[in-house]
């Protein structure tokens, strides 16, 4: 690897972990936020405003993809890239500043809205612009290896906003955290954003743009050339169904749905939750380069199918052994204690909060979700037409209507062995950290390959406008919905590993598509425009 060439991937992936980096705080920290942006906010308007902050987390990316991958294969990686990075860390550094709604009224949420939706368009573009930029630099036999640099970046910009949240936590302690310090990470973004642009501008452009620029082919229409052409429209539909539909649902259930299960749903403490996550994230993303370097020796295909197949078949015995190991106290519970919910169907609504406001107020809904809140698996039975909701603990029988049901059922479920949280002392940190890094594995065999595979499967022409979309779309819309959608279908089944059916699914349907529609890429000449 040449000076040149490492100056690249540093450069790159630097730049992309910072984009990660400031994702990943805004969500992190989201109850900060929402207590200084929108706790006084009139209902209505709050509900507005939590509708545009979900759009601009995950629904704008595909939108940023379509406008930076535009300009990236219509002007060039370097300054399309370099664009995207900018307008992420004014989104992030500003978020620091902006005051709440108690000093600006309406305009503080207005404007955070504003930023966020700067940071969904910023990332939208910053990632096919990155990959497509290393992967047009190395040489043909090293795409894979170069490319998985940049594969780590997601994960490294997770495991930094972890990190840093943990360190300042601990120093300002939890009242000055709560009261300001929650800003500092914010602000801090601003130093690696200096960084970062600081040694992009130092790059040349991507010498596979230079010699299409200089020969004419370039596209005048790139988003036309990219998605009114059958053959590219059906390789961006088996690209998204094959292979980042598939992959986005490891790489969210690895690490974010991981981390909300040991917090949410089987009570392990938030910081020694985020410590086992912090560690099995240090020692499994290493792998991401190993995996990349194998694909050069054996292909992208093969590596990326391990992983969805293996997130298929050993999805459901990793998470009871993370809740064996985590919290054996629920674990007995569940197994010795059984619940029934007896309602009236009609009543029973599939609790999908795509945007956190959606109410869910039957007595049916009620019931659920108290019990999915107390991690307490129940089998349904069907009551009378108009009935109330009962819910049977043991013999015990109450009414999801009684003014006293959320205290009693507590009670109740507490009396039959179910835990408040899981006892510390009983942790098997060891074990769980190994379930937790086994996940973190599976994410790499399907992401590290993932970029100089996507690199490959579209000309160069239209490559940033072609790989951006059905990523983003997969990551953003299929992946970002993952966590509501466990809830719900954990809601409607009363099973807290059912939810898991929803990664599953759609690694499989990935592993099947990608299996018989991609081809095999890494002989591919990426210089064709």
Known sequence: MTAEERKVIFAASLGTAFEWYDFFIYGTLSSFLAKYFFSNVPPNVGFIFALLAFAAGFVVRPFGALVFGHFGDLIGRKYTFLTTMTLMGIGTFFIGLLPGYDSWGIAAPTVLIGLRMVQGLALGGEYGGAATYVAEHAPKNKRGYYTSWIQTTATLGLFLALLLILGIRSWLGEASFGDWGWRIPFLLSAILFMISIWIRLSLNESPVFQKMKSEG?????????????????????????????????????????????????????????????????????????????????????????????????????????????????????????????????????????????????????????????????????????????????????????????????????????????????????????????????????????????????????????????????????????????????????????????????????????????????????????
């Open 217 to 529: 082919k370039t596209s005048k229409r790139p988003l036309v050339d990219a998605f009114t052409n059958w053959s590219s429209v059906k390789t961006a539909i088996f690209v998204l169904l094959g292979e980042t539909a598939g992959a986005t649902v490891v790489w969210y259930s690895g690490q974010f749905y991981a981390l909300f299960f040991l917090t949410q749903t089987i009570k392990v403490p938030t910081v020694t939750a985020q410590i086992m996550i912090l560690v099995a994230l240090a020692l499994g993303t290493p792998a991401f380069i190993l995996f990349g370097w194998l694909s050069d020796k054996i292909g992208r295909k093969p590596i990326v199918l391990a992983g969805l197949l293996l997130a298929t078949v050993t999805y459901f015995p990793i998470f009871k052994g993370i809740t064996h190991f985590a919290n054996p106290k629920l674990e007995a519970a569940l197994n010795s204690a059984p619940v029934t919910v007896i309602a009236d169907p009609d009543e029973c609504s599939f609790q999908l909060k795509a945007t956190g406001t959606e109410k869910f107020t039957t007595s049916c809904d009620i019931a659920k979700s108290a019990l999915v809140s107390l991690s307490v698996n129940y089998t349904n039975q069907e009551a009378r037409k108009g009935a109330p909701t009962q819910v049977k603990v043991g013999d015990q029988i109450l009414t999801a209507t009684s003014p006293d049901f959320a205290t009693a059922l507590a009670a109740a479920i507490r009396a039959h062995g179910y835990p408040i949280s899981a006892d510390p002392t009983e942790i098997d940190t060891v074990m769980t950290t190994a379930l937790l890094w086994i996940l973190v594995i599976y994410v790499t065999l399907v992401y590290a390959p993932t970029a100089a595979w996507l690199v490959e499967l579209f000309p160069s022409r239209i490559r940033y406008s072609g790989m951006s979309l059905p990523y983003h779309i997969g990551s953003g819309w299929i992946g970002g919905f993952l966590p509501a959608t466990v809830f719900a279908i954990v809601a409607a089944t009363g099973n807290i590993y059912s939810g898991l059916w929803y990664p599953v699914g759609v690694a499989a349907v990935s592993f099947v598509i990608g299996f018989v529609f991609l081809p095999e890429t890494k002989d591919v000449d990426i210089t064709e425009a």
